[in-house]
């Protein structure tokens, strides 16, 4: 399948299709591109935790909803100030205006790499570039790219914001799954879970021989928080469909993670997404996989399992997913066809 073609040349943030989940890719290549502008569920993060009961209850319904019935939504209101997010995704932008002999210094070297930049190629032609990356490990202890100046601070700034928006976020979940809220804490060790982050940038697509600049894929972790400089390019699967991401003002895109979905032994489903070039600008996204700790060791919760429900999948360390298949932890590379039973 051309679909498999594609996705062993890129490297995004996480793993492929696997079999099993290949069967909700359209099969008729003729569609393949079509996507639609259906609405994407917005979650007001400031309601998650209103004082008033009613409107909490509210949001977090909606929150449930979202998680089960998408696997991804639009969070607004969540306080992370627009400059905070401007000033990553312009450092980002400058980074990649650096010359290529001083990205090449960050450049893979050992398995022991904190931040690895690197470009994906168009399938079959290896000179056409479809996307420049550079992805860094924000948690536990960042460390950032010494140049240009200014930017590892503000992508920590952004970082430490975006941390504590998923922390909350992820008590949030805990309530909707009918936990207390330190549950997706405690069961990931997420006080000590690693975080990877890619930063991606795209050219316009009249300078791309094709327009798929990120193949179809899932991605790890438990929770995926995702700021762009403009809308135009990222869509995600929904019942068999592919819908455009048309991120509201000052929002943030935040998709289910694989570690979600096996945790939930499938009710919160990690989506499949992908990246079409637009044909008119360079596009820059910040996605950042928040994961358990690296020994964590995540199975479906006994909650989730009944004679109705067996285990879905089996278990294996996060370090053990995110290097399955010979890649580094950096690589972010998730196994779903090896986890599921
Ligand atoms: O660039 C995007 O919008 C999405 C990137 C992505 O899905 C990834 O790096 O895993
Ligand atoms: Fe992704």
């Given amino acids: 399948m051309a679909e498999t073609a594609q996705v062993l040349i890129q490297t995004p943030l996480s793993h492929q299709p696997n079999n099993t989940h290949s069967s909700f890719i359209p099969t008729d290549s003729s569609q393949e591109l079509i996507s639609f502008d259906d609405e994407i569920p917005t979650i007001d993060y400031q309601l998650l935790f209103a004082h008033d009961h009613d409107q909490r209850s509210k949001a977090l319904a909606e929150l449930r909803r979202a998680c089960e019935e998408y696997g991804f939504f ?100 805990s309530k909707t799954l009918g936990f207390e809220e330190s549950y997706l804490e405690k069961v990931f060790d997420v006080e000590n879970g690693t975080d990877v982050s890619a930063m991606n940038v795209y050219p316009p697509w009249f300078e791309s021989n094709t327009p798929i600049g990120l193949p179809a894929h899932f991605d790890a972790g438990y929770l995926v928080s995702l700021v762009q400089n403009v809308n135009g390019g990222l869509q995600a699967l929904h019942k068999g469909r592919w819908i455009n991401v048309n991120m509201p003002p000052n929002s943030i895109f935040i998709n289910n993670g694989d570690h979600l979905e096996i945790l939930t032994n499938g009710k919160y489903k990690s989506p499949m997404h992908r990246v079409i070039l637009n044909n008119k600008v360079k596009r820059i996204s910040l996605p950042t996989v928040h994961g358990p700790s690296l020994d964590k060791f995540v199975i479906p919760a006994d909650e989730f399992v009944d004679e109705f429900h067996p285990p879905a999948y089996r278990g294996m360390t996060y370090k053990e997913v995110l290097e399955a298949n010979g890649y580094h932890i950096i690589d972010g590379k998730s196994c779903m066809a090896q986890l599921r039973l």
Avoid: C
Avoid at 74 to 99: C, D, K
Avoid at 124 to 133: I, P, T
Avoid at 163 to 171: D, M, P, S
């Fill in 74 to 173: 639009y969070l607004v209101n969540h306080g992370i100030p627009e400059s905070v997010i401007e000033r990553a995704l312009e450092g980002i932008s400058e980074f990649f205006n650096l010359t290529d002999e001083e990205k090449r210094e960050f450049e893979k070297k050992d398995s022991t790499d904190r931040i690895r930049w690197g470009l994906g190629f168009s399938p079959g032609d290896h000179q056409m570039v479809k996307r420049e990356y550079l992805k860094v490990l924000p948690h536990p202890n960042f460390q950032g790219p010494s140049k240009p100046l200014g930017f590892s601070e503000a992508l920590e700034d952004y970082y430490k914001r975006d941390r504590e928006v998923i922390l909350n976020l992820a008590r949030a979940v």
